[in-house]
């Protein structure tokens, strides 16, 4: 417990029943979204989300809070933007202070190559909604004045995209914000309830085997993060998705004078400071896919050699705390979500790194599919057959994915 805990959040819990119009499988936010805008958004209500642990226990109590839409393609923009500009409205939608907080987001360039990079980033940005212009090393420094614009005479800053909505956000808060608003509208949600098994008929869902025994459903959703290949198999489905472990660390407090958040292509790593005063930063995926949960010192020494090449400030704190999460890569560094060629399955997936700045339009996107049968314009680039039909996103749009 801490001092933002939440001491007035209700949360009801109900016994399962036997049957729901919808189960969710995964109550982290993509989960509890789905199924808080299937209630609030379209009426549906006989909704059960299922958590084999805690609420927020997977990678959404494991992720770094950054809230951006700065990606490289349109496809991904637009969906991002749409994400930043929900979790803008959040708080006052909820009625729940999540500890939303605008920051702006230095995307640096340290080689020509990634100065044409950004310059093109910021144009496609532009173009396609994301508030996003190319800035120059004195303007980095004007932004954010902790950066070593010479890079410690190794990687000297040539410039940056500066994404002016980059935010952040408590993720325990957006997930009991979630939580509470779909049980208040009276969905159900499970914890310690693990899925075993997937229940058929005919070629198509019908339902799941949990611990605590079995639930029909006429719809299935997986919103399981890393583990999804694990439960789209129990459905015949074969995705293209590996899970790759993703670590960061934060440091003890340092003055609230860091406004903006930081991050590098080239060096990998990305900074931000959190509402407490700690340093929080991160870098790229473990090469090696696995679903280990274990951190390590050699991220911590290589993580943290780089970050200090261009922010020299950092080598004065002491680390005080390290986590893993497991994230669900896809082929083409893109999300997966809607039908899956099995009847009743749908998924929520490949959100690799970025599954936390799209919590509010996945989850709202997935509930208009649920409660419509039509996919929505603004996900039907990211449907699972793009990858048969040679459509794929390709998108490296973060640190982590390199």
């Known amino acids: 417990m801490n001092e933002f805990v939440e001491r007035q959040i209700s949360l009801a819990w109900n016994d399962p029943k036997p049957a729901y119009d919808v189960v969710i499988v995964g109550g982290g936010g993509h989960g509890l979204a789905t199924a808080y805008y299937l209630a609030a958004r379209h009426g549906i209500t006989n909704v059960a989300v299922l958590e084999r642990k805690y609420i ?7 992720n770094t809070t950054i809230i951006r839409s700065n990606y490289g393609i349109p496809e991904a923009v637009r969906f991002y933007q749409r994400s930043l500009e929900l979790y803008s409205t959040l708080e006052a939608e909820t009625g729940r202070w999540v500890m939303h907080k605008q920051k702006g987001l230095l ?9 044409r990079a950004e310059r093109s980033r910021a144009t496609v940005n532009t173009l396609f909604g994301a508030k996003t212009e190319y800035v120059t090393p004195q303007q980095v420094k004007e932004i954010c004045p902790q950066v070593d614009i010479t890079g410690s005479g190794v990687w000297p800053v040539m410039g940056a995209s500066y994404h002016a909505e980059g935010a952040t956000a408590r993720h325990d808060r957006v997930v009991w914000a979630y939580a509470e608003g779909a049980m208040q509208r009276g969905v159900h949600i499970h914890q310690n309830t693990a899925v075993t098994g997937l229940q058929m008929n005919a070629g198509k869902v019908t339902g799941v085997q949990t611990n605590n025994g079995p639930i029909a459903a006429k ?6 993060g890393g583990h999804v290949t694990t439960l789209a198999a129990m459905a015949g489905v074969r995705l293209p998705i590996r899970t790759h472990p993703l670590q960061a660390y934060v440091t003890n ?17 990305y900074v931000s400071q959190t509402a407490r005063g700690e340093m929080l930063i991160g870098a790229e995926i473990d090469r090696q896919p696995s679903y280990s949960y274990g951190a390590g010192h050699h991220f911590l020494q290589s993580c943290s050699h ?52 799209a919590i509010p339009a996945g989850g709202e996107q997935m509930a208009e599919l649920v409660a419509t049968g039509v996919t929505p314009e603004l996900i039907a680039p990211f449907a699972l057959d793009r990858f ?6 390709a998108d490296r749009g973060s640190a982590g994915t390199h």
């Not at 927020?56 to 494991?62: K, T």
């Not at 719809?219 to 399981?224: K, P, Q, T």
């Not at 903006?260 to 292509?265: L, R």
């Not at 048969?388 to 996103?393: E, F, I, L, S, V």
């Open 306 to 357: 780089r970050a200090i090449t261009v922010l020299p400030f950092l080598r004065n704190l002491r680390i005080v705390r390290q986590w893993t999460g497991v994230c669900d890569m896809s082929a083409d560094y893109s999300p997966v979500m809607g039908v899956t060629g099995v009847d009743g399955f749908y998924v929520t997936t490949g959100w690799g790194t970025w599954g936390f700045k």
């Open 107 to 115: 995307w640096m360039a340290h080689t020509e190559a990634g100065v």
């Open 56 to 62: 927020g226990s997977g990678n959404s109590g494991r």
């Open 219 to 224: 719809i299935v959703v997986s919103a399981v």
């Open 388 to 393: 048969a039909r040679d459509r794929t996103m």
């Open 253 to 269: 407090h340092y003055a609230q004078s860091f406004d903006a958040i930081v991050a590098s292509m080239n060096l990998l790593f």
